[in-house]
């Protein structure tokens, strides 16, 4: 079973910032927290990941709580091309496997 | 570039017919994965490797086999294809340690009629 909670659906405007929250109070201490994403009838993409660390990449800021037990993705400036569905995963670094729960699906209207 | 591909990437056969879903990677990684999607499951894990001749079951392996021969290629076998098989296959692969990100191919629509 998956380890995150996530809201099912999101609706953002093109050119805000999309923030989607991740629920995962019983991560281990040696789990990391991951990031994909999955546009229509595409494979998953992967975003971002961290431990403890707030992360920044070119796609996404990933921002986690000090006590670990939830994160936020954000999208910067949403375009209409970061529509799909966003998986939040836990995983240490050991299981080689990615347990993908329903997701969020992120609607950026225009 | 490196990638991951998959072949083919739609197919229709019948129910009782062996199938053979190719998937290929040219990043050298140890690991390769197979998962299923379909509505409303999110992707369910099948089988995975992690080097050649290693071949583990995953969450959904039953009716499906994976064979090892090489680091390039995790060919997924659907020995007697029941139409409970029918969804979309994707395939991954991710090196050894490290981040453990997964890269996944375009993924295969199968229909089992």
């Known amino acids: 079973d998956a380890k995150t909670t996530q809201p099912p659906s999101m609706d953002c405007a093109e050119g805000r910032a999309a923030n989607l929250p991740c629920n995962h109070s019983?991560?281990?201490?040696?789990?990391?927290v991951y990031w994909y994403r999955q546009i229509h009838s595409q494979g998953p993409q992967y975003i971002i990941h961290?431990?403890?660390n707030n992360e920044t990449n070119e796609m996404a800021s990933l921002i986690i709580t000090e006590d670990r037990k939830s994160s936020t993705l954000i999208l910067p400036h949403a375009t209409l091309r970061d529509t799909a569905v966003y998986y939040c995963?836990?995983?240490?670094?050991?299981?080689?496997?990615?347990?993908f729960g329903p997701g969020t699906r992120l609607s950026v209207l225009p | 570039d490196a990638e991951i591909t998959q072949s083919p990437r739609h197919k229709i056969t019948e129910t009782g017919r062996q199938v053979t879903l190719a998937c290929h990677q040219t990043?050298?990684?140890?690991?390769m994965f197979w998962y299923r999607q379909d509505l409303g499951h999110g992707l369910r894990l099948i089988h995975y490797?992690?080097?050649?001749?290693?071949?583990n079951k995953g969450e959904v392996s039953d009716g499906y086999s994976v064979s090892r021969s090489n680091t390039e290629d995790l060919p997924l076998t659907l020995e007697s294809a029941a139409s409970s098989q029918t969804s979309v296959y994707f395939c991954?692969?991710?090196?050894?340690?490290?981040?453990?990100?997964?890269?996944f191919g375009p993924g295969t629509r199968l229909t089992v009629l």
């Open positions: 991954a692969s991710s090196d050894q340690g490290g981040s453990n990100e997964q890269f």
């Open positions: 019983t991560i281990s201490g040696n789990e990391y």
């Open positions: 961290g431990l403890k």
């Open positions: 995963i836990v995983k240490d670094n050991y299981g080689q496997n990615f347990v």
């Open positions: 990043w050298n990684h140890n690991n």
């Open positions: 490797s992690y080097g050649v001749q290693d071949t």
